[in-house]
């Protein structure tokens, strides 16, 4: 009796007992020829100024209500003279994808086509061949974040609605493990810590050129977004790159909540 | 080939293990109807070890995608407890109104000598010059390896979606792991049993990668962290129709019952590393997240662009 209940189990949740989730229709075979393979994975191979670029892209939409707490990512000494910072390449206290304050568009991230590549020299040397470091990013992001960082090193730009940019280009050194407090000759308009509130994307689409890296060397990314800017240099150690239609809601208001409904979501999943 | 059928020689003992464990009585139907959604066995893997040419590739029609070649993999044993600490496959009853679960529950691997290796030749292949009548443009990027993966506790349930409107597999799933290196080897693999080869002089490696539950000042904790719920925070697996009648793969991980809270993981990794005899060693030290909570995500996997 068991046994027949587990496989009914199993028919039922393959869809082979009861109705289709949907009209099913046939396919003819090459129709159904064509949906082979047609996969989320997409390989794409460049070599550029002396790298070879290996990127590895799922072709995917997510949506992601999700909280990151306590983030040391490069725990390491600098080489004496560069400064120590917080002990770590990148030092984020709190990172929310979503907020819960402001209804139910708010609650999840858009995020599109994640990717990882790998960066080689030599690569086609088997001898020779090296390995650089890699890079995780998404293709677009677009949705309400929240951020409360202690240092990242990376290429930063977080505009605010005065007009104010912080920019991690200002840095005098490098941006490597930058707080937002240094910035030249100018003065920050506003610290890493006292981001709070994040917007990614506009009325123009997706933010499009986050990504992390991990390398032993600087190394030149290409875009991986046609139509957007390529990205700076990307510097040995943990490095997080994000310019792209990023604005501050309120600089130095406390992070928005991002909690879970207390009401059942109306959409279905996938909806 | 010989340590495959003794893994199944293992197998096949346990399988019978279970039923000479007590005299066996005959059981009025009555009585027999309470043992419903009790039913299941154990098995356990000994000297398990696959090797050979298989080859796996995720990709396109055109022959692009991410390829692993000649994958190996094996599991060195826990001798003491092969028959006390197996895998066990179970079919539970749920209550009123909910369908029966699957559950899939691994040894806890408490000594932690129950250890995973994996190793394989990765290749990534571009397709796209193919349709213009282009070369599939392939890339040996070296070898992949997983060494000493030890897993805790691990549950995968399994259950028919509960709503009936939305059809698919729901999941419940808890892991805590330990992986002592993810290394790539872009001149080959070499020896695959040590973390640091002698004989790869080139190697990026993710060392002493450990995920759990977090602990209350988020850390990674002794308990297994629940990703995914059946009860209060199930992960859909099922297909979806798009606008423009296609159908897409779909991943959905529920959000939390109302009341309650995503459970928090945490990752560590002990050491990232780049050893090479031509560009140099450079160390980065340790990496953690703290707390990883995930209270709602989903995955719509679409075709190739």
């Given at each position: 009796?068991?046994?027949?209940?587990?496989?009914?189990?199993?028919?039922?949740?393959?869809?082979?007992?009861?109705?289709?989730?949907?009209?099913?229709?046939?396919?003819?075979?090459?129709?159904?020829?064509?949906?082979?393979?047609?996969?989320?994975?997409?390989?794409?191979?460049?070599?550029?100024?002396?790298?070879?670029?290996?990127?590895?892209?799922?072709?995917?939409?997510?949506?992601?209500?999700?909280?990151?707490?306590?983030?040391?990512?490069?725990?390491?000494?600098?080489?004496?003279?560069?400064?120590?910072?917080?002990?770590?390449?990148?030092?984020?206290?709190?990172?929310?994808?979503?907020?819960?304050?402001?209804?139910?568009?708010?609650?999840?991230?858009?995020?599109?086509?994640?990717?990882?590549?790998?960066?080689?020299?030599?690569?086609?040397?088997?001898?020779?061949?090296?390995?650089?470091?890699?890079?995780?990013?998404?293709?677009?992001?677009?949705?309400?974040?929240?951020?409360?960082?202690?240092?990242?090193?990376?290429?930063?730009?977080?505009?605010?609605?005065?007009?104010?940019?912080?920019?991690?280009?200002?840095?005098?050194?490098?941006?490597?493990?930058?707080?937002?407090?240094?910035?030249?000759?100018?003065?920050?308009?506003?610290?890493?810590?006292?981001?709070?509130?994040?917007?990614?994307?506009?009325?123009?689409?997706?933010?499009?050129?986050?990504?992390?890296?991990?390398?032993?060397?600087?190394?030149?990314?290409?875009?991986?977004?046609?139509?957007?800017?390529?990205?700076?240099?990307?510097?040995?150690?943990?490095?997080?790159?994000?310019?792209?239609?990023?604005?501050?809601?309120?600089?130095?208001?406390?992070?928005?909540?991002?909690?879970?409904?207390?009401?059942?979501?109306?959409?279905?999943?996938?909806? | 080939?010989?340590?495959?059928?003794?893994?199944?020689?293992?197998?096949?003992?346990?399988?019978?293990?279970?039923?000479?464990?007590?005299?066996?009585?005959?059981?009025?139907?009555?009585?027999?109807?309470?043992?419903?959604?009790?039913?299941?066995?154990?098995?356990?893997?000994?000297?398990?070890?696959?090797?050979?040419?298989?080859?796996?590739?995720?990709?396109?029609?055109?022959?692009?995608?991410?390829?692993?070649?000649?994958?190996?993999?094996?599991?060195?044993?826990?001798?003491?407890?092969?028959?006390?600490?197996?895998?066990?496959?179970?079919?539970?009853?749920?209550?009123?109104?909910?369908?029966?679960?699957?559950?899939?529950?691994?040894?806890?691997?408490?000594?932690?000598?129950?250890?995973?290796?994996?190793?394989?030749?990765?290749?990534?292949?571009?397709?796209?010059?193919?349709?213009?009548?282009?070369?599939?443009?392939?890339f040996q990027a070296g070898a992949l390896l997983l060494q000493d993966l030890r897993s805790y506790g691990m549950r995968l349930d399994l259950a028919p979606n509960p709503d009936p409107e939305t059809q698919g597999i729901a999941f419940g799933l808890s892991l805590r792991l330990d992986l002592g290196a993810l290394t790539l080897r872009p001149r080959g693999r070499d020896n695959i049993s040590l973390l640091d080869s002698p004989g790869a002089p080139e190697q990026f490696s993710l060392k002493g990668l450990h995920l759990a539950a977090a602990t209350a000042d988020m850390q990674v904790g002794s308990q297994a962290w629940s990703l995914a719920n059946l009860d209060s925070q199930p992960l859909l697996l099922n297909t979806?129709?798009?606008?423009?009648?296609?159908?897409?793969?779909?991943?959905?991980?529920?959000?939390?019952?109302?009341?309650?809270?995503?459970?928090?993981?945490?990752?560590?990794?002990?050491?990232?590393?780049?050893?090479?005899?031509?560009?140099?060693?450079?160390?980065?030290?340790?990496?953690?997240?703290?707390?990883?909570?995930?209270?709602?995500?989903?995955?719509?996997?679409?075709?190739?662009?």
């Amino acid at each position: 009796m068991g046994a027949l209940r587990l496989a009914t189990s199993f028919l039922l949740g393959c869809g082979l007992v009861a109705k289709s989730w949907a009209q099913g229709v046939p396919l003819p075979d090459a129709q159904l020829a064509r949906v082979w393979g047609q996969a989320m994975v997409e390989v794409s191979n460049t070599s550029v100024n002396g790298y070879d670029f290996s990127r590895i892209t799922l072709n995917a939409d997510l949506s992601l209500s999700a909280n990151f707490s306590k983030i040391r990512l490069g725990e390491y000494p600098l080489a004496t003279g560069l400064g120590n910072g917080s002990g770590a390449d990148i030092d984020i206290a709190r990172l929310q994808f979503g907020r819960s304050d402001l209804g139910d568009g708010a609650r999840t991230v858009a995020l599109s086509n994640p990717y990882l590549e790998l960066v080689y020299r030599n690569g086609s040397d088997t001898s020779q061949r090296e390995v650089i470091g890699m890079r995780l990013g998404f293709e677009g992001i677009q949705g309400s974040l929240g951020l409360s960082a202690q240092s990242i090193s990376g290429s930063l730009a977080i505009s605010d609605t005065q007009g104010h940019v912080l920019d991690s280009r200002l840095d005098p050194a490098g941006g490597k493990r930058w707080d937002g407090t240094a910035c030249g000759p100018s003065a920050c308009p506003f610290s890493l810590a006292a981001v709070g509130a994040l917007q990614a994307g506009d009325a123009n689409g997706p933010s499009r050129d986050f990504f992390l890296s991990i390398l032993k060397a600087p190394v030149q990314f290409p875009t991986a977004v046609a139509g957007a800017t390529a990205p700076d240099l990307a510097q040995a150690g943990l490095w997080l790159n994000w310019r792209d239609r990023l604005l501050a809601i309120n600089p130095g208001s406390a992070l928005p909540p991002n909690l879970p409904p207390t009401l059942p979501p109306l959409l279905k999943p996938g909806g | 080939m010989r340590r495959f059928l003794h893994a199944l020689l293992m197998l096949a003992a346990l399988l019978g293990c279970g039923g000479s464990m007590a005299a066996l009585q005959g059981l009025p139907d009555q009585e027999l109807a309470h043992v419903h959604g009790r039913d299941g066995f154990a098995f356990n893997l000994r000297g398990f070890s696959l090797d050979g040419s298989l080859s796996l590739r995720l990709g396109d029609s055109l022959g692009g995608g991410l390829s692993l070649g000649n994958i190996s993999l094996s599991r060195s044993d826990d001798l003491g407890n092969t028959f006390a600490d197996p895998y066990q496959l179970t079919l539970l009853q749920r209550s009123e109104g909910q369908t029966d679960r699957v559950s899939l529950s691994g040894p806890l691997n408490s000594l932690g000598l129950l250890r995973w290796q994996f190793a394989a030749d990765l290749s990534l292949i571009d397709s796209s010059a193919v349709a213009a009548g282009g070369q599939l443009n392939r890339f040996q990027a070296g070898a992949l390896l997983l060494q000493d993966l030890r897993s805790y506790g691990m549950r995968l349930d399994l259950a028919p979606n509960p709503d009936p409107e939305t059809q698919g597999i729901a999941f419940g799933l808890s892991l805590r792991l330990d992986l002592g290196a993810l290394t790539l080897r872009p001149r080959g693999r070499d020896n695959i049993s040590l973390l640091d080869s002698p004989g790869a002089p080139e190697q990026f490696s993710l060392k002493g990668l450990h995920l759990a539950a977090a602990t209350a000042d988020m850390q990674v904790g002794s308990q297994a962290w629940s990703l995914a719920n059946l009860d209060s925070q199930p992960l859909l697996l099922n297909t979806v129709a798009n606008a423009d009648g296609s159908a897409s793969l779909h991943l959905n991980l529920a959000w939390p019952t109302a009341g309650q809270q995503a459970p928090t993981g945490s990752l560590s990794v002990d050491n990232i590393a780049f050893k090479s005899d031509v560009g140099g060693n450079l160390d980065l030290g340790s990496s953690r997240i703290g707390g990883l909570q995930i209270q709602y995500l989903d995955i719509k996997l679409k075709a190739g662009r």
